[in-house]
């Protein structure tokens, strides 16, 4: 049974940072693509970034570029999401997911999905 369970959500201030973090288990972590999507109240869920399964590759959406990092550690099964510089739009329920599919654009299309962690950024 493949669990993906995100960590590391909270409450924090303009400009502050927080590190997301997802581990995965049940599957074999390198052969996939990993993103992280978020949703907030009243929104759809939407793509914020994904990585290659080397690592080699990443993708972001043009709201967190330059201020978020994905970043991933086949080792530990684990992906992670460095978000710096944060702002109160940044406030969602963040969710990774994993995509057996080699395509780092901004898709929905990706085969798990955790439950979500949530972030707060107050103004």
């Known amino acids: 049974q493949v669990q993906l369970v995100e960590s590391g959500g909270g409450l924090v201030q303009t400009g502050g940072s927080l590190r997301l973090s997802c581990a995965a288990s049940g599957l074999t972590f390198s052969n996939y693509v990993m993103g992280w999507f978020r949703q907030a109240p009243g929104k759809e869920r939407e793509f914020v970034a994904s990585?290659?399964?080397?690592?080699?590759?990443?993708y972001y959406a043009d709201s967190v570029k330059g201020r978020f990092t994905i970043s991933r550690d086949n080792a530990k099964n684990t992906v992670y999401l460095q978000m710096n510089s944060l702002k109160p739009e940044d406030t969602a329920v963040y969710y990774c997911?994993?995509?057996?599919?080699?395509?780092?654009?901004?898709?929905?299309?990706?085969?798990?999905w955790g439950r979500g962690t949530q972030v707060t950024v107050s103004s």
């Open positions: 997911a994993a995509r057996i599919t080699p395509v780092l654009g901004p898709t929905m299309n990706y085969n798990y």
């Open positions: 990585i290659s399964r080397s690592s080699g590759s990443t």
